[in-house]
């Protein structure tokens, strides 16, 4: 779950764009240094899957795991697009990966394509709706129909059975979808 990443588009939202790139680009360093030795050093990796093993997906115990390439899609969002879609984007990953995991894995429903389901979909776009209208009611960021626009470029996004992890480019995709709008 990567609700613990909401303070990047909080973040973005608070404070001067280069403070943001500042904190968000050490975060995202951080990461990718660990990860980096979480691979590569056996203590490291040892100690890693006795902590955060049960939170992990299988695929992450021999590659970079979602948090690091989340952190490295959005600071690529944060540095191609303005601060309103960086903040809208980089939350629809957040969120609607969350809610599409809670929905997706406890209600049954077909699958689209490999390992996506309808419900999961429906709860990404949910969790996007509800989570770009929350930050509409507070800030009047953007217009409605953009945030429910971005919201379903989005979920069809990260839907999409691309080779790559989802959170690293479905918020650079959206991003670049929501410039247009």
Excluded at 97 to 105: M, R
Excluded at 131 to 139: C, I, K, N, S
């Amino acid at each position: 779950m990567n609700l613990w990443a909401l303070f990047i588009p909080i973040l973005y939202y608070l404070l001067p764009q280069g403070h943001s790139y500042l904190i968000l680009g050490t975060f995202c360093c951080a990461f990718a240094v660990f990860d980096f030795l979480r691979l590569h050093v056996n203590g490291v990796k040892e100690a890693f899957i006795v902590f955060f093993g049960s939170f992990m997906r299988r695929h992450e115990l021999t590659h970079l795991n979602g948090a690091t390439y989340l952190l490295m899609g959005c600071m690529i969002t944060a540095l191609l697009y303005h601060k309103e879609v960086v903040i809208a984007a980089c939350t629809f990953i957040i969120v609607g990966d969350t809610f599409a995991a809670i929905l997706g894995q406890n209600i049954k429903s077909p699958h689209i394509f490999k390992r996506k389901t309808i419900m999961g979909s429906v709860g990404f776009f949910g969790g996007c709706c509800l989570a770009g209208l929350v930050f509409y009611y507070f800030t009047r960021f953007m217009p409605v129909q953009t945030i429910v626009l971005g919201a379903l470029a989005a979920t069809i996004l990260e839907a999409l059975p691309l080779p790559l992890d989802d959170n690293f480019y479905v918020p650079i995709a959206t991003g670049l979808v929501m410039s247009f709008l």
